[in-house]
Nanobody, 127 residues
Framework: QVQLVESGGGSVQPGGSLTLSCTTS????????LGWFRQAPGKEREMVAI????????YYSSSVHGRFKIDQQNKQKPVSLQMSDLKPEDTAIYFC????????????????????WGQGTQVTVSS
């Protein structure tokens, strides 16, 4: 059984930093994408960052580009999301997800293309 488990959430002041980690267990299939998504209260789930399974290619939403970095050293390592210069609008539940689709179909991060999800971790940015 495939599982994704997030950790590293918490509360931070504006301008601060946090690093999230997603540990995968089980075979997630031959898909090319692992990603971070977030969902704020009353809003739809949105893509934050996508990485090619095993590391390398990455794709970011415009709202986090230049502030967040997604990383994975190899397929056996966790997927991390380094977040810096955090803003109150970054407050949300952050989810890790895996896709069974090829890169061209999943890198833009449409949630419908991701079949395996973690339980989420809360990130709160507030002064």
């Amino acid at each position: 059984q495939v599982q994704l488990v997030e950790s590293g959430g918490g509360s931070v002041q504006p301008g601060g930093s946090l690093t999230l980690s997603c540990t995968t267990s089980g075979y997630i299939g031959g898909g090319d994408c692992l990603g971070w998504f977030r969902q704020a209260p009353g809003k739809e789930r949105e893509m934050v960052a996508i990485i090619f399974n095993g590391g390398g290619l990455a794709y970011y939403s415009s709202s986090v580009h230049g502030r967040f970095k997604i990383d994975q050293q190899n397929k056996q390592k966790p997927v991390s999301l380094q977040m810096s210069d955090l803003k109150p609008e970054d407050t949300a539940i952050y989810f890790c997800a895996a896709s069974a689709r090829p890169w061209a179909e999943c890198y833009k991060g449409s949630p419908i293309n991701f079949g395996v999800w973690g339980q989420g971790t809360q990130v709160t940015v507030s002064s």
